[in-house]
C-alpha cells in the first residue's frame, strides 16, 4: 500500500515535501500536467480530471490519497459521495488553519475556478459566520510556477497584482488556496509585509496524515520510504520544474496515459 498525491502539476510537491518527514508508507506522486492549468478548466472537466485521477490510485492500490490541488479539492471532490479510499482536502486543512490564528479577517489567493466555485466564503462561513473572507483569483501564478519561475519581474508583478485587493480589505491572515504558491512565498512576504499570517495548508495536512498512519502497520522508516512519481504530460519537462523549483533530481517519472479525455 501508498499513499496518494494529486495535484495538477507541480504545486503538490510542496505537500509531498511537508509529509516526508512523517511517511511510513511508500508514496504515489500523481501530476495531471496535460491538462494544467486546472483553475481555467469547466466543473465537468475537473469532475472528469479528478474521477480518472481516483482511478489510477485505486488501480495501484493506494492506501488513501491526499488532494493535493485546490482547485480539485473545491469543485470535483464534492461530487465523489462514496470516494474508494479516504480522501484529505485541502479546504478543510485551511479553513481549519486559518480560524486558529485569523482576527476575522481572511484573504484567499486561488485559482480562478477555486474562487469562483465560492469554496471558501462558505466553508468559513460554516465554521464561523463572523469571518470576513476576501477570495482573489491568480490566474497567471501557477502557470509561471509550472513553467519555473520563482522570482523575476513576472512574478513580482503578477503577486502585487494579486495582493493589492487583499491588503486594501485589510485582511490579518492569507490562505494559500493553490499548493503552487509556496513556491514564490518569499515574494509574497516582502510585498504584504510580516503582520499578516500568511497560511500553508500543506503543514494542516500533514498532521491529518501523521494521524492516520498512527493507525496503520509501518511499510518504512520516515525518510527512507519511496516516491512513486506520474504525471499524464511531458515526464522530462515535469523533472526539469522540480529541479529548478526545489532543486532536487528526483527518480524516473512515469508516464500514465489518460483515456476518453474532456480536453
Known amino acids: 500500500m501508498a499513499l496518494g498525491i494529486f495535484d495538477s502539476g507541480v504545486g503538490g510537491l510542496t505537500v509531498w515535501r511537508a509529509l516526508r518527514p512523517i511517511m511510513t508508507e511508500h508514496t504515489i506522486y500523481f ?32 492506501s488513501a490519497v491526499v488532494v493535493a490541488c485546490n482547485t480539485a479539492s473545491a469543485v470535483a471532490l464534492p461530487r465523489v459521495k462514496e470516494p474508494p479510499v479516504p480522501l484529505f482536502s485541502m479546504i478543510d486543512a485551511a479553513v481549519r488553519q486559518a480560524l486558529a490564528v485569523t482576527k476575522g479577517r481572511v484573504g484567499v489567493l486561488a485559482t480562478r475556478a477555486t474562487t ?6 462558505k466553508a468559513f462561513q460554516a465554521a464561523d459566520p463572523g469571518v470576513e473572507v476576501v477570495s482573489q483569483a ?11 519561475f520563482r522570482r523575476g519581474e513576472m512574478v513580482e508583478s503578477a503577486i502585487a497584482e494579486y ?32 503582520e499578516i499570517h500568511i497560511l500553508d495548508p500543506a503543514e494542516e495536512i500533514r498532521a491529518e496524515v501523521a494521524e492516520f498512519l498512527r493507525d496503520r502497520k509501518p511499510e518504512c522508516q520516515p525518510g527512507e520510504c519511496r516516491t512513486e512519481f506520474w504525471v499524464s504530460g511531458d515526464p522530462w519537462q515535469f523533472r526539469d520544474a522540480v529541479k529548478v523549483l526545489m532543486g532536487l533530481e528526483i ?3 512515469q508516464r500514465y496515459h489518460v483515456s476518453g479525455d474532456v480536453m
Open 31 to 62: 501530476g495531471d500536467t496535460v491538462h494544467i492549468p486546472y483553475g481555467e478548466k469547466t466543473q465537468e472537466q475537473l469532475v472528469g480530471y479528478f474521477q480518472r485521477a481516483l482511478a489510477f490510485f485505486v488501480q495501484r492500490q493506494a
Open 116 to 121: 469562483e466555485s465560492g469554496v471558501y466564503p
Open 138 to 148: 491568480c490566474p497567471k501564478l501557477a502557470p509561471l510556477i509550472e513553467a519555473g
Open 163 to 194: 495582493v493589492t485587493p487583499l491588503l486594501q480589505a485589510q485582511v490579518d491572515t492569507i490562505v494559500l488556496g493553490c499548493t503552487h504558491y509556496p513556491f514564490v512565498l518569499p515574494e509574497i512576504r516582502r510585498q504584504v509585509g510580516p
Open 251 to 253: 527518480p524516473a517519472v
